[in-house]
């Protein structure tokens, strides 16, 4: 998104749920923290939020969530949407992946790229093709995770520090099997006619 938002592209960064029930953070309502939170990285990566108003046990792949998040796709109309790597053990992530996939077309619309979260621990069967080298703006990917101190510490238990370690892990990891220091990993579901593909040098795995 930072690579993206730097080359002067407009960038949508969606959130499925923002809430659980009645939980509170500190005495504030989690999804003014989660909100609050989410908006200040999105600021320092340069991208816009958009928040949808499901709670995180309540958000499904249900006909009427697809259209809600059809209309709004119809209405940003994206070049290109990245989302969740369906075979995920989060229930939101797996969700979430769900709902995107109904709304893509085999023809026209928009190019579709899968991503992975905790691969191994919440992405599973995850074997990308695509490699993005993140060197340049993993400092401020660093600093957009720290923004979520209150959110982090009542969902996982954990500060962002801690999380930020395992996403180096994965980072470290990507990066040996193309060749650079650190990466991402990105799937493409298919090079659609007429459709733009991201706009970003992506890699290959070494020794293709």
Request: hydrophobic share 40%; net charge neutral; proline share 5%.
């Amino acid at each position: 998104m930072a690579l993206l938002a730097r080359s002067g592209h407009e960038v949508i960064s969606a959130y499925g749920t923002c809430f659980r029930g009645d939980r509170k953070i500190d005495g504030e309502p989690e999804d003014a923290v989660r909100r609050r939170e989410a908006a200040a990285g999105c600021k320092l990566l340069g991208v816009t939020p958009k928040f949808f108003d499901y709670a995180h046990e309540k958000l499904a792949a249900d006909a009427e969530t697809v259209k809600a998040v059809s209309s709004w796709l119809n209405e940003v109309k994206p070049d290109i949407v990245v989302t969740h790597w369906p075979m995920d053990t989060h229930p939101n992530h797996h969700v979430v992946s769900s709902l995107v996939w109904q709304c893509y077309k085999p023809r026209g619309g928009w190019n579709l790229y899968w991503f992975e979260v905790l691969t191994g621990q919440q992405t599973l069967g995850f074997h990308p093709d695509l490699y993005l080298d993140i060197e340049s703006v993993r400092t401020v990917k660093k600093q957009a995770l720290d923004c979520h101190q209150g959110s982090l510490f009542v969902v996982m238990s954990k500060k962002p520090d801690e999380l930020w370690r395992r996403h180096e892990e994965m980072h470290r990891a990507r990066g040996a099997e193309c060749g650079v220091g650190a990466a991402e990993a990105y799937s493409l579901v298919e090079a659609k006619e007429g459709c733009p593909l991201l706009p970003v040098p992506f890699l290959s795995r070494k020794g293709r």
